[in-house]
């Protein structure tokens, strides 16, 4: 008696087939939603436009767009890699999403994995548009591209282990009150908008240390005055993406 054969084999796909399939729809999820788009695209361009063109904030003699699109553009990563996926993955893990996830082959840092792959996808789309508008609003870039390109690697690896351990450890209306309040309190205190130097010294130092800070005056050095690879910016990036990401794979609950 032959051994019949099945079509498509049992079992499971190849780990980067799979890590694709879950990035792709990741991706089409996060593009569908209207309230991600009004957080990650149009706050940031709304800001981006309303403080280069009205003078609300001294930027210390530096023109506004100039000084205020770097900052927007670290913005804009944080509320698609933090506060969106923060808020989704929550109400996935209470719909039971990711529990039924947990029964299939995927492993759970390739689900990780994945949500910080579509997240990079749509700051793609985002960084893009953004940039545009900039450059409509007179906006001279300088710098290298490499270094912009380490930057927002980083700190989207960064602020996408935060979210996945907040939303992987607290409960899904806890996640979206927690993630909305860090994302303001970030916007005026990370030096999105208003420089960090008009802080108290002290208080300067704890925010110079937290990855939006890190992010914008990176990309405020890079692509404002010029420099070089801003190794410190990068450091800081580094040892907040290593320890959430690690904490996340380390807690994250699938129900």
Do not use: C
């Not at 939603?33 to 695209?41: F, H, R, S, W």
């Not at 940031?44 to 205020?68: E, K």
């Not at 208003?194 to 110079?208: H, I, K, N």
Request: charged share 10%; proline share 5%; net charge neutral.
């Amino acid at each position: 008696m032959s051994v019949g054969t099945y079509t498509p084999a049992p079992g499971a796909a190849p780990l980067p087939r799979m890590i694709a399939a879950q990035t792709a729809f990741e991706t089409k999820m996060l593009l569908r939603n209207g309230e991600q788009l009004l957080l990650t695209v149009i706050i940031p361009s709304l800001l981006l436009v309303l403080f280069s063109t009205v003078d609300i904030i001294d930027t210390g003699g530096s023109r506004r767009v100039d000084f205020l699109t770097p900052g927007v553009l670290a913005l804009a990563v944080m509320s698609t890699a933090f506060t969106g996926q923060a808020i989704a993955t929550g109400f996935e893990r209470r719909y039971g999403v990711l529990k039924r996830l947990g029964a299939s082959p995927l492993p759970r840092w390739a689900l990780m994995t994945a949500k910080t792959l579509s997240v990079l996808a749509t700051e793609v789309l985002q960084i893009a548009l953004l940039t545009m508008i900039a450059f409509a609003l007179g906006w001279s870039p300088d710098g290298n591209p490499l270094s912009v390109l380490l930057l927002l690697v980083l700190g989207t690896a960064a602020f996408s282990g935060l979210a996945l351990l907040m939303a992987g450890t607290l409960r899904a209306e806890a996640t979206l009150a927690a993630a909305n309040l860090v994302f303001l309190l970030l916007l005026v205190g990370g030096g999105v908008i208003v420089p960090l130097d008009r802080f108290p010294d002290g208080v300067q130092s704890v925010l110079a240390l937290l990855p939006i800070s890190a992010l914008s005056d990176g990309l405020r050095d890079v692509l404002q005055h010029g420099a070089a690879m801003p190794w410190g910016d990068l450091g800081i990036l580094a040892v907040w993406a290593l320890l959430s990401l690690g904490a996340a794979a380390r807690l994250f609950r699938w129900e």
